[in-house]
């Protein structure tokens, strides 16, 4: 936006340029910006565009660059954009100082956008305001000051500009003016010589227009005439090319007064009073007495004394309707000497005892503007502190607000936390208490189906075992006259009822083994699996097994006839899944790890898929199919039992293919009183 505006100016400058005036140009600028207000630019391009407009006015009317100035100030506050709200403090600083306002409150303008400038590292608007500041007290013939913001300008040129700038080459030509006043030459040459430089080398014409008279007045007061002459010459010429009517003037006024120090004074009569018929014509009224005065003094060096008196008189009036102190008072002494020469000496007393009035006014007037500025200098001081002071409560309570900021957040993220945990901990009771509830149900269920299952299996062993000894009888009695269709009938009878006969008796037992008939006792491991080895010696040679024994543990308490139960149902089951064609091998381990006896039996059998490892443990649950490998699908749930009555853990290591290691682990419990303690035994595995 800020581009289109400028393009916006440019096109408009270019449009206008040919046929207007530079005044007209931004006056018509302004027109087209202004309606531009109208539209819905907002936010930092309205700032942008009420700052150019407002700075557009500051050569027509500084109510308006005041006006345009304060509402891009409100905008910029309200958005907090820094740039805009620097723009519109140094806009509403020229519009005070257009309005004659007191340096005071110009200058605090100034320096408000000086600090924003600093802040934003906009080091033009810095310079800028310093030698606008610098202005001021050079207006108010307060130098030292003046010079004390023109070399901070000029610092900071130096610092993050190229050389060949306007404003760097009158702010030197600015410092060069002050040395002057302070009737330091040699300075005053220097600075002066050093913006001459500058503007020559990058052709800055209108800089040298408007400074090339005050170098040559130090020149002058060096006596380099010569020097002065042609410099005084040159910016006659560049002036005319500008048309600027004023600096001409004082230009021609201060050659004049040159060749009267030179006692040469060539056309200085026709220069003058070209230059006073100039000043009437434009209207450029203050100018007029010192012109006036200088024409007075030609014919006073001339020694035309009635002309003299004529010119002084008329510079006399009018510097006093335009309350002109100094003029007043080069038009009275001029007065006074040229009476003096004509012998009327009370006319001449008269007017240099008036003349020294006037001094003396002048000289209070200064010693008046010098108090008020070291008061001004002091109350700005008062006030600097001030907004220091501001500035350091403002950080103070931004620090504040942030750490308030962070406190709130830390609070409410532990509120949340409180929450969370609060929410997760309900959450998660009534998962337990619904899963304790699925227990309890299952439990009581269970113990049902154990009880159920006890009556059924005892109850149904009897017509089982009738079922089979009279189809045995029938088979041996009717041995001649059975086909052998019938006689295959009867086996097939007879071997299910076996089945069914052991199943059953697997059913009893798991259903019999309860806690509280667990008949705990210490016993010696390797004799009870001694025993257990030769009691199903039979099957281990049928199957021609090899059976790997590492028994590490000598004692240990338990339910001996259980536990040799759970080593039975495993062995057998190593032996009885062994692969096609392969000898079964099985190794049984027993020692001591963290704290607990850790039973191993491997095989090299087919192995157990580890989809089933969890589920092999269930009752029922078999893998395999019955022809190939006979069971119940009860051992390995009786094993579980009996480990769980113990306390302990029962898991399964395998692979498909691979082989299988059961283990189960059982507490060590180590009891010094007499073993048969059953009260005590009881306890320990409670
Ligand atoms: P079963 O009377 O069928 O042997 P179990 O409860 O002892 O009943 O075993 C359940 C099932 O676990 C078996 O049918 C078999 O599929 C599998 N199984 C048990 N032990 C082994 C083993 N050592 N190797 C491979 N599979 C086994």
């Known amino acids: 936006m800020k581009t289109y505006i400028s393009l916006l100016i440019c096109g408009l400058c270019c449009l206008l340029g040919s046929t207007t005036t530079q005044g007209q140009n931004y006056q018509n600028i302004n027109d087209s910006l202004q309606q531009m207000l109208s539209t819905t630019i907002i936010g930092k391009d309205r700032v942008d565009l009420l700052n150019e407009i407002s700075y557009n006015f500051r050569r027509t009317s500084p109510e308006n660059v005041l006006h345009f100035a304060k509402k891009a100030e409100s905008i910029a506050h309200k958005i907090n954009y820094q740039k805009g709200l ?16 007191p340096i005071n409150l110009t200058s605090n303008y100034y320096q408000l956008a000086i600090s924003i400038a600093e802040e934003i590292g906009d080091y033009y608007t810095q310079a800028a305001c310093n030698n606008n500041i610098a202005l001021l007290y050079n207006q108010s013939l307060d130098y030292n000051t003046a010079l004390k913001y023109y070399l901070k300008g000029i610092e900071i040129f130096d610092q993050h500009f190229e050389e060949g700038n306007r404003l760097k080459a009158l702010m030197l030509a600015n410092v060069s003016s002050c040395f002057f006043q302070l009737k330091d030459n040699d300075r005053a040459l220097a600075y002066g010589e050093r913006a001459n430089s500058i503007a020559r080398k990058y052709d800055l014409q209108s800089i040298l227009s ?8 130090v020149y002058t007061e060096i006596n380099e005439f010569e020097k002065s002459e042609q410099l005084l010459q040159e910016a006659r010429v560049l002036q005319k090319r500008f048309g600027d009517h004023q600096s001409y003037l004082q230009t021609v006024k201060t050659l004049v007064d040159l060749r009267l120090k030179m006692e040469d004074l060539k056309d200085s009569k026709f220069l003058i009073n070209d230059a006073i018929n100039l000043a009437k014509a434009n209207e450029f009224n203050p100018l007029i007495p010192g012109l006036y ?47 003096h020469k004509k012998g009327q000496y009370q006319k001449a007393y008269e007017l240099f005892y008036s003349y020294h009035v006037i001094q003396d006014s002048m ?66 009771n009534k998962i337990i208490q619904q899963k304790n509830k699925e227990l309890e149900k299952y439990i009581s269920s269970n113990m049902q189906l154990e009880n159920f299952a006890y009556i059924a299996s005892h109850d ?135 704290g607990k006896w850790l039973f191993q039996v491997r095989d090299n059998g087919i192995g157990i898929d580890k989809e089933f490892h969890e589920k092999i443990f269930l009752i029922f649950k078999r893998l395999n199919n ?20 113990h ?15 059961f283990s189960f682990t059982i507490p060590m419990v180590k009891i010094a009183a007499a073993p048969q303690d059953k009260e005590q035994l009881s306890k320990a595995f409670a």
């Open 86 to 101: 620097c723009i519109a403090y140094k806009n509403m600083g020229i519009a005070y100082y257009k309005l004659g306002k």
């Open 210 to 217: 408007m400074y090339l008279d005050d170098l040559a007045q």
């Open 293 to 339: 005065n200088v024409l007075g003094k030609v014919f006073f060096f001339e020694n035309q004394y009635d002309s003299t008196l004529y010119y002084c008189n008329k510079a006399y009036e009018s510097a006093v309707a335009s309350e002109d102190m100094p003029d007043q008072k080069n038009a009275l002494e001029i007065l006074s000497s040229t009476y």
């Open 363 to 428: 000289q209070n007037a200064q010693k008046f503007a010098e108090t008020s500025r070291l008061e001004s200098a002091y109350q700005n001081r008062v006030n600097n502190q001030k907004i220091e002071f501001l500035q350091q409560e403002k950080a103070i309570q931004k620090s504040r607000i942030s750490l308030l900021w962070v406190l709130c957040f830390v609070a409410l993220s532990f509120l949340l936390l409180i929450f969370y945990f609060f929410y997760k901990n309900k959450k998660s």
């Open 460 to 594: 149904l062993k009897t017509p089982l075992r009738t079922i089979v000894s009279f189809t045995q009888l029938l088979r041996r009695k009717m041995k001649h006259n059975l086909g052998e269709a019938e006689s295959d009938y009867l086996n097939h009878i007879i071997t299910g009822a076996k089945e069914m006969t052991v199943l059953i008796e697997d059913l009893l037992s798991y259903a019999m083994i309860e806690k509280k008939k667990l008949r705990l006792e210490q016993f010696e491991v390797e004799p009870l699996i001694k025993v257990l080895l030769s009691e199903i010696d039979l099957y281990i040679k049928e199957q021609q097994a090899h059976i790997f024994l590492n028994i590490q543990v000598e004692n240990m308490v338990g339910d001996s006839i259980l536990i040799k139960h759970v080593l039975q149902n495993l062995l057998t089951n190593a032996i009885k899944f062994t692969q096609d064609g392969q000898t079964p091998k099985v190794w049984i381990s027993a020692y001591e790890q963290k």
């Open 626 to 645: 019955k022809l190939d490998y006979d069971g119940s699908g009860i051992g390995l749930a009786i094993c579980k039992k009996v480990i769980d009555l």
């Open 647 to 661: 306390q302990g853990a029962i898991w399964l290591d395998s692979e498909k293919g691979k082989g299988s290691t």
